[in-house]
């Protein structure tokens, strides 16, 4: 069946730091990928996705590149910040929106 | 962006009560909500399906005459945890997919920000 798998946290970084939380799927067809943010007290929100091999989501920051050959979604920012700290969940759907998530990643960034 | 508002953000509750939480979309119609539990460590893992005016759809294994959905209107869909056991206590967050002409699967669904149930 269609599952997602993500590195486990915390992940605990300085300011400024590089950044990837590592994302890798199991799934028939071609799904679109996604990385949902979760700050304190808010619901999820989509980071960035993509929709199909090799396209690359980027947001805020963030990239993440589709890679079908190792099955990948990895998550990457160049310079984190105090505000980045949330937990981030790599998903998956296929075209009936029914999404499956990872198990979430925390991230703590320290000034 | 659209808003998703859930209520309560968290609930203690004794064993053999039932709890109702509330997902409302502020901003647009929902025409289908979802709903999601998540224990500790674990992934979101999806529970059920409803569409306004219908049945809820529920995932193998997610009992329907425990957790009763209602999705009566375009903007509240509710979710009833009756008879609730201390094995019930988990994270529920629920995400409304809207009537916004949006392509795609996913990026059109907005979420809660979830209820903590703590069944004592």
């Known amino acids: 069946g269609n599952s997602v798998t993500q590195m486990e946290g915390p992940v605990t970084l300085s300011e400024e730091a590089f950044l990837t939380i590592n994302c890798t799927y199991t799934?028939?067809?071609?799904?679109?990928l996604f990385w949902y943010v979760q700050y304190p007290g808010e619901g999820l929100q989509l980071l960035l996705k993509?929709?199909?091999?090799?396209d690359k989501g980027s947001n805020k920051g963030f990239e993440a590149t589709y890679r079908k050959e190792t099955t990948s979604f990895h998550l990457e920012k160049g310079s984190v910040q105090v505000s980045d700290s949330a937990v981030y969940f790599c998903a998956l759907s296929h075209r009936d929106d029914k999404i499956i998530f990872g198990k979430g990643t925390r991230l703590h960034i320290l000034p | 962006g659209a808003v998703v508002s859930q209520h309560p953000s968290w609930v203690i509750c004794k064993s053999g009560t039932s709890v109702k939480i509330e997902c409302r979309s502020l901003d647009f119609q929902a025409t289908t909500m979802f709903w999601y539990r998540q224990f500790p460590k674990q992934s979101l893992m999806l529970m059920a399906t409803?569409?306004?005016?219908?049945?809820?759809?529920?995932e193998q294994g997610v009992e329907k005459d425990k957790f009763l959905i209602n999705h009566a209107s375009l903007t509240l869909s509710t979710l009833t945890v009756t008879s609730a056991h201390p094995e019930d206590s988990s994270f529920y967050i629920c995400?409304?997919?809207?009537?916004?002409?949006?392509?795609?699967?996913?990026?059109?669904?907005?979420f809660g920000s979830g209820t903590q149930l703590s069944v004592l």
């Open positions: 993509a929709t199909k091999a090799d």
């Open positions: 799934a028939t067809g071609y799904p679109s």
């Open positions: 409803s569409n306004e005016g219908s049945k809820a759809t529920y």
């Open positions: 995400s409304a997919s809207g009537v916004m002409g949006i392509q795609g699967g996913g990026e059109k669904l907005f």
